[in-house]
T-cell receptor
Framework: GQQLNQSPQSMFIQEGEDVSMNCTSS?????WLWYKQDPGEGPVLLIA?????ELTSNGRLTAQFGITRKDSFLNISASIPSDVGIYFC??????????FGTGTRLTIIP | DTEVTQTPKHLVMGMTNKKSLKCEQH?????MYWYKQKAKKPPELMFV???????INESVPSRFSPECPNSSLLNLHLHALQPEDSALYLC?????????????FGSGTRLTVV
């Protein structure tokens, strides 16, 4: 089946630093989604990408749909304490099921 | 209303109990989903309802029984569960089944089987 390799698995940063994470696959997709999940809560959609090469921002978050349609990245600028959580990429192709990445756990060191 | 509402938020049940999880959305979405999520893992798809009909069952054991009474409601009936079924159960919806739009997730039911 389709797999999304998400990296890094975890990140430990200081407040104010920029963050970058990515997802790669050997399969092509036509939608990439980035979610954030807080402990005990459901994933919340951050950014949705629908076209290869698309670059989309949502406040301090920026995500891009790779030109090959096999990857996507998410950047967070000037991190703040509420950015702590697990970030999942997810992707769709046609009528296939939503495929999730393995997640990136973000921790902010005081 | 742009939310998916799940109840209860927490549930503890014995292995001989029968309980139900409930999910509701009023966004006019035509597809609803049940996911199971274990700690530190991504959500795993269990069931897909498309226009109120079950379209995908990911080989889920029969002790989990989904039901879609109408386009806004989705239930998951639980019976004779095992301790390894303890997990966060997430409901989600999307405008079109398995379509390109983003999925909206509820906040989940934390299930503990004792």
């Amino acid at each position: 089946g389709q797999q999304l390799n998400q990296s890094p698995q975890s990140m430990f940063i200081q407040e104010g630093e920029d963050v970058s994470m990515n997802c790669t696959s050997s399969s092509i997709f036509n939608t990439w989604l980035w979610y954030k999940q807080d402990p005990g809560e459901g994933p919340v959609l951050l950014i949705a990408l629908y076209k290869a090469g698309e670059l989309t921002s949502n406040g301090r978050l920026t995500a891009q749909f790779g030109i090959t349609r096999k990857d996507s990245f998410l950047n967070i600028s000037a991190s703040i304490p509420s950015d702590v959580g697990i970030y999942f990429c997810a992707a769709l192709f046609g009528n296939e099921k939503l495929t999730f990445g393995t997640g990136t756990r973000l921790t902010i060191i005081p | 209303d742009t939310e998916v509402t799940q109840t209860p938020k927490h549930l503890v049940m014995g292995m001989t109990n029968k309980k139900s999880l409930k999910c509701e959305q009023h966004m006019g979405h035509r597809a609803m989903y049940w996911y199971k999520q274990k700690a530190k893992k991504p959500p795993e798809l269990m069931f897909v309802y498309s226009y109120e009909k079950l379209s995908i069952n990911e080989s889920v054991p029969s002790r989990f029984s989904p039901e879609c009474p109408n386009s806004s409601l989705l239930n998951l009936h639980l019976h004779a569960l095992q301790p390894e079924d303890s997990a966060l159960y997430l409901c989600a919806s999307s405008q079109e089944p398995l379509g390109q739009g983003g999925y909206t997730f509820g906040s989940g039911t934390r299930l503990t089987v004792v």
